[in-house]
């Protein structure tokens, strides 16, 4: 069992990435989608219709598109889930709590031009546009399940590079030991954020082996084209033997630390969500069972691997530690 990114020597030429690019600023997003009960986050159910961000009654309905990947399944098998299911069944809480209205709400927000600034415990603080990542690192296709924490998943071709690369270019400090990721925080676009219940920005963390491991990407697109504003573009963070809420949309800032850094969810509902969350079939979060999992787009559940069922990748980055400590 090995994941199978498709090698660098078949990444999509860069002239078709790019006029994908444009195809697919001309994408419709369809509304709709498979309708699943939410098992949101406790705290967010306490989100008052007052403060609710408003979701638009209808969704202009555009043309039907063929998304480009190579792949059609992952390295397990498992087919691709569509382009409609990944770029309309989206969290994103800065946005809304609502998974099929994200898509509408994004619509307009601006990923491009976008900068990261890289920062903190490295001898070479940098700031970084978006497009300088793309040229400098060649993104290639990474077809990755991603698990959520609610208990549903897909599998999706992301266009990414190794977040090792760029780590490699600001050269981390001996002292560093994790690395911290912060989120764009535009209350003025994202109606989520005037909810004063969360701590914005939505920020997360990972060890710094974790953050320099092969599978650990900075996703800049998927299905071939440019990365939908409801999945985090500009870029994002995938981690995929991790829980999706691990994976932060929207980054602006890198920073190596010497401590754990907080992440959003562990500051809200620290017994719910840990700092690790290692997709773990056997600990069930405190509120549901993790043993099973909805596939977007398939009738019934299907089991959940250990770790996402990139064990074989992963596991020695934990040797020594108690998972059901971790979660
Ligand atoms: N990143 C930000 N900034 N805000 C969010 O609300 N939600 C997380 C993660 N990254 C989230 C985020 C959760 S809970 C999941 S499951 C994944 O994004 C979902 O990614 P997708 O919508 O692209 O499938």
């Known amino acids: 069992m090995k994941p199978d990114p498709i090698p660098s020597s078949e990444i999509t030429p860069k002239d078709l990435y790019l006029s994908r690019r444009e195809f697919l600023k001309t994408l419709g997003l369809l509304a709709g989608g498979a309708v699943l009960a939410a098992c949101a986050p406790k705290l967010a159910e306490t989100q008052s219709a007052a403060?609710?961000?408003?979701?638009?009654?209808?969704?202009?309905?555009?043309?039907?598109?063929?998304?480009?990947?190579?792949?059609?399944?992952?390295?397990?098998?498992?087919?691709?889930?569509?382009?409609?299911?990944?770029?309309?069944?989206?969290?994103y809480y800065e946005f809304t709590t609502d998974k099929q209205g994200v898509a509408v709400l994004a619509r307009d927000f601006p990923t491009s031009p976008w900068d990261v600034q890289v920062h903190g415990l490295v001898h070479r603080p940098r700031t970084f546009s978006v497009d300088e990542l793309i040229r400098k690192f060649q993104p290639e296709e990474r077809v990755y399940r991603l698990r959520c924490v609610e208990a549903w998943s897909m599998v999706i071709p992301w266009l990414g590079f190794p977040l090792r690369k760029l780590l490699k270019e600001v050269e981390p400090a001996g002292s560093a030991r994790y690395v911290r990721f912060e989120a764009v925080y535009q209350p003025e676009k994202m109606p989520g954020q005037k909810v004063p219940f969360y701590p914005w920005p939505y920020q997360e963390g990972l060890r710094l082996d974790e953050a320099m491991h092969d599978l650990t990407i900075l996703a800049t697109g998927l299905y071939g084209g440019e990365l939908p504003?409801?999945?985090?573009?500009?870029?994002?963070?995938?981690?995929?033997?991790?829980?999706?809420?691990?994976?932060?949309?929207?980054?602006?800032?890198?920073?190596?630390?010497?401590?754990?850094?907080?992440?959003?969810?562990?500051?809200?509902?620290?017994?719910?969500y840990g700092f690790y969350a290692?997709?773990?079939?056997?600990?069930?979060?405190?509120?549901?069972?993790?043993?099973?999992?909805?596939?977007?787009?398939?009738?019934?559940?299907r089991d959940t691997l250990m770790f996402n069922g990139y064990a074989e990748q992963v596991a020695q980055l934990y040797n020594g530690m108690d998972l059901r400590l971790y979660y």
């Open 278 to 301: 290692n997709v773990n079939p056997r600990v069930d979060h405190p509120r549901w069972s993790q043993r099973t999992e909805r596939r977007i787009g398939e009738f019934g559940r």
């Open 51 to 91: 403060t609710a961000a408003p979701r638009p009654a209808t969704a202009s309905p555009r043309p039907a598109v063929t998304p480009f990947s190579r792949a059609t399944a992952d390295e397990l098998g498992d087919p691709l889930n569509s382009y409609k299911d990944i770029t309309n069944y989206n969290n």
């Open 229 to 272: 504003p409801q999945n985090g573009g500009g870029i994002r963070l995938v981690v995929p033997w991790k829980y999706g809420f691990k994976s932060i949309k929207a980054i602006i800032k890198i920073e190596l630390t010497a401590e754990q850094p907080a992440t959003l969810w562990s500051t809200v509902a620290p017994d719910e």
